[in-house]
C-alpha cells in the first residue's frame, strides 16, 4: 500500500490509512507463503490495482482458479489480461456499474476471497450491484454488510 501511495500510520490499537492523490500501479506482486504476499488477499489487491494509475502484474503462484473473480470486475470496465498464472491489470479512468441505468450489474462470487473483492468493487464503483452466490462471502464474513455500512457503504441483503 505504500508503494502504491498510501501513508499508513501503526499505533497500538489502530491503523490508519491515508490517499492525498491517485494511486499509483505497484508493478509485480507475486503470492507466497508467510512472509510473502498472502494469497488470501490477492483479490482484494487486485480490485485496489484496477484503480492505480498505470499497470500491475499479480502472481498466483499457490492456488488454481484464484482469479476467477477478474472476468467479474471486467462487467464494471476494469481491464484485466489473464495470462496463465498471471494477470495484468491495467486502470480504466472509473469503474462503473452505470452502463444500464435502468437494471443492476450482476456480479457472481465463486468463492470467499473473490466475493469479497466483488462487493468491494461493486461499493466503490458508481451505479448499482448486485453480488449473487454471497454464501460463499458469508462462510467467513457473517455480518460483513453492517461492518460496510458502519464504514459508509450503501449494502441492502436480500
Do not use: M, W
Not at 102 to 131: E, K
Request: proline fraction near 3%; aromatic fraction near 4%; include cysteine.
Amino acid at each position: 500500500l505504500i508503494k502504491a501511495g498510501c501513508d499508513i500510520t501503526i499505533n497500538t490499537d489502530t491503523i490508519r490509512i491515508k490517499v492525498n492523490k491517485r494511486l499509483r500501479a505497484i508493478g509485480c506482486v507475486h503470492t507466497a507463503p508467510y512472509p510473502g504476499f498472502p494469497t488470501d488477499l490477492q483479490s482484494q489487491l487486485s480490485v485496489l490495482l484496477s484503480k492505480c494509475r498505470g499497470v500491475s502484474t499479480i502472481t498466483e503462484n499457490l492456488f488454481e482458479n484464484r482469479f476467477r473473480h477478474l472476468d467479474e470486475i471486467t462487467k464494471l470496465g476494469a481491464k484485466v489480461c489473464g495470462k496463465g498464472k498471471s494477470a495484468v491489470i491495467t486502470r480504466v479512468k472509473e469503474l462503473t456499474a452505470s452502463a444500464n441505468e435502468d437494471r443492476p450489474i450482476n456480479l457472481f462470487a465463486s468463492d470467499l476471497r473473490g466475493g469479497v473483492a466483488l462487493t468491494i468493487v461493486a461499493i466503490t464503483a458508481p451505479g448499482s450491484s448486485i453480488v449473487h452466490n454471497a454464501e460463499y462471502i458469508y462462510r467467513g464474513h457473517a455480518d460483513i454488510e453492517k461492518d460496510l455500512v458502519s464504514l459508509g457503504a450503501n449494502i441492502i441483503k436480500e
